[in-house]
């Protein structure tokens, strides 16, 4: 196995960092490899924010529901889809003939996907210089909060949330199992699962939560789906979604 193929198959969710701090130069590495992932046309449609004041950190650690370890990271990294240059940019040259146009739908799915694969780059490259990172979709939430926070103007969403730290001395990388690639990748079109299938792609999750001593007389299904999908929480981040698209259009 390669270097490369190494370093994403070792890489796991840090959530516990090393007291150092991630020197100058090896952000500076995280951040250009980020910058150098495929884009669609060159456009580079998002734009990172660099974290490293505490208080930030520990506001941030609270409003992406109250995770402590946010704070205790070394450096965060606020990946956010954005238009507003380019349509900015239109306008001051004037390409808008028609003073209504707004980004198309198109626009923002694209700058969805140069943003995550540029977090993507960040993510394979810190792993390279022994540098741990956690995604935190829970940017997402708060959404007058995270938006005055971070000064976010329209056409731009915060996508994700990067936090990042040394690995500690003595940390034991645990791998989460992930699903069995016959049921995520299809050769040439789609496969919808039926019944079946479904019941035996999720058999390994249903066993491992049977196992626990307090879920002997649960269903995981039923567990899950209230605490994720059906929650107050899942409804919160709803509507925090709506009002980001509400911003972008």
Same mark, same amino acid.
């Given at each position: 196995m390669n270097e490369t193929l190494k370093i994403i198959n070792k890489r796991v969710s840090l959530r516990r960092y090393d007291k150092k701090k991630i020197s100058t130069e090896?952000? /500076?590495?995280?951040?250009?490899?980020?910058?150098?992932?495929?884009?669609?046309? /060159?456009?580079?449609?998002?734009? #990172?924010?660099?974290?490293? /004041?505490?208080?930030?950190?520990?506001k941030l650690a609270i409003s992406c529901d109250s995770q402590p370890f946010i704070g205790t990271a070394s450096d #965060?990294?606020?990946?956010?889809?954005?238009f507003n240059k380019w349509n900015n940019y239109y306008k001051n040259e004037g390409m808008y003939c028609d003073k209504g146009r707004k980004p198309r739908n198109a626009e923002m799915l694209l700058s969805?996907?140069?943003?995550?694969?540029?977090?993507? /780059?960040?993510?394979?490259?810190?792993?390279?210089?022994?540098?741990?990172?956690?995604?935190?979709?829970? #940017?997402l939430e708060n959404y007058k909060y995270h938006k005055e926070l971070l000064n976010l103007p329209d056409?731009?969403?915060?996508?994700?949330?990067?936090?990042?730290?040394?690995?500690?001395?003595?940390?034991k990388r645990i791998k989460r199992e992930r699903f069995d690639k016959k049921f995520i990748v299809f050769e040439e079109k789609y496969k919808n699962l039926d019944k079946k299938e479904l019941k035996t792609m999720f058999e390994s999750k249903e066993k491992e939560f049977e196992m626990k001593k307090s879920n002997k007389d649960k269903s995981f299904v039923k567990e899950f789906y209230n605490r994720k999908t059906n929650s107050d929480f899942m409804k919160n981040f709803e509507n925090a979604v709506e009002q980001w698209f509400k911003n972008w259009k």
């Amino acid at each position: 196995m390669n270097e490369t193929l190494k370093i994403i198959n070792k890489r796991v969710s840090l959530r516990r960092y090393d007291k150092k701090k991630i020197s100058t130069e090896h952000m /500076n590495k995280i951040i250009e490899s980020a910058i150098l992932a495929p884009t669609a046309g /060159n456009m580079v449609m998002y734009s #990172i924010i660099h974290i490293k /004041n505490k208080r930030t950190m520990q506001k941030l650690a609270i409003s992406c529901d109250s995770q402590p370890f946010i704070g205790t990271a070394s450096d #965060i990294l606020v990946f956010v889809a954005d238009f507003n240059k380019w349509n900015n940019y239109y306008k001051n040259e004037g390409m808008y003939c028609d003073k209504g146009r707004k980004p198309r739908n198109a626009e923002m799915l694209l700058s969805f996907e140069d943003t995550m694969v540029a977090s993507g /780059n960040a993510v394979i490259a810190g792993e390279s210089l022994g540098i741990g990172s956690c995604y935190i979709g829970d #940017i997402l939430e708060n959404y007058k909060y995270h938006k005055e926070l971070l000064n976010l103007p329209d056409y731009t969403i915060p996508l994700g949330m990067l936090t990042f730290g040394y690995y500690p001395k003595d940390y034991k990388r645990i791998k989460r199992e992930r699903f069995d690639k016959k049921f995520i990748v299809f050769e040439e079109k789609y496969k919808n699962l039926d019944k079946k299938e479904l019941k035996t792609m999720f058999e390994s999750k249903e066993k491992e939560f049977e196992m626990k001593k307090s879920n002997k007389d649960k269903s995981f299904v039923k567990e899950f789906y209230n605490r994720k999908t059906n929650s107050d929480f899942m409804k919160n981040f709803e509507n925090a979604v709506e009002q980001w698209f509400k911003n972008w259009k």
